[in-house]
């Protein structure tokens, strides 16, 4: 079995060498072995798990979320509704991110509108800024 250094598991899962210490201080990562040199190698199993973490925090999961999954995985006789469960929540939390972000983008095109490269004394971009209840849009 070929040993895998830190730096080698971070080249191939896309997880920065501090992240990867980080995963096993938080027991998302076992703790590798370790060569006589006291240096961690790592296995191929130990880049699948760094991988899934990557994935699941770019789709934005919270780290205790992702210790669920993880667990999930480990055991993969177990019904999925956790799985699902974990899934859905994310999924309501982005709609709703979305949501805030579309009014986001309406109360700035309303402000670019409003300027148009007047004076800053008409500016409705200052005044808005200025005064949050001109908002058009409460939810951003």
Do not use: W
């Not at 205790?64 to 699902?84: F, G, K, M, V, Y």
């Not at 109360?107 to 008409?122: F, K």
């Amino acid at each position: 079995m070929k040993e895998i250094s830190i730096g080698e598991a971070a080249k191939r899962s896309g997880v920065k060498v501090p992240t990867i210490r980080y995963y096993e201080q938080i027991g998302l990562l076992a703790a590798p072995a370790r060569t006589d040199g006291n240096r961690r190698h790592y296995e191929d199993t130990d880049i699948r798990r760094l991988a899934f973490i990557r994935h699941a925090r770019e789709l934005g999961f919270e780290i205790d979320s992702i210790r669920t999954l993880l667990h999930l995985q480990d055991d993969p006789n177990q019904p999925c509704e956790t799985a699902d469960g974990i899934a859905n929540a994310r999924l309501i939390e982005v709609e709703q991110r979305i949501r805030s972000l579309n009014a986001l983008k309406a109360e700035l095109e309303l402000m670019v509108e409003g300027c148009r490269h007047g004076r800053v004394a008409e500016c409705r971009v200052i005044e808005i800024l200025a005064d949050h209840g001109k908002c058009a849009h409460a939810q951003h």
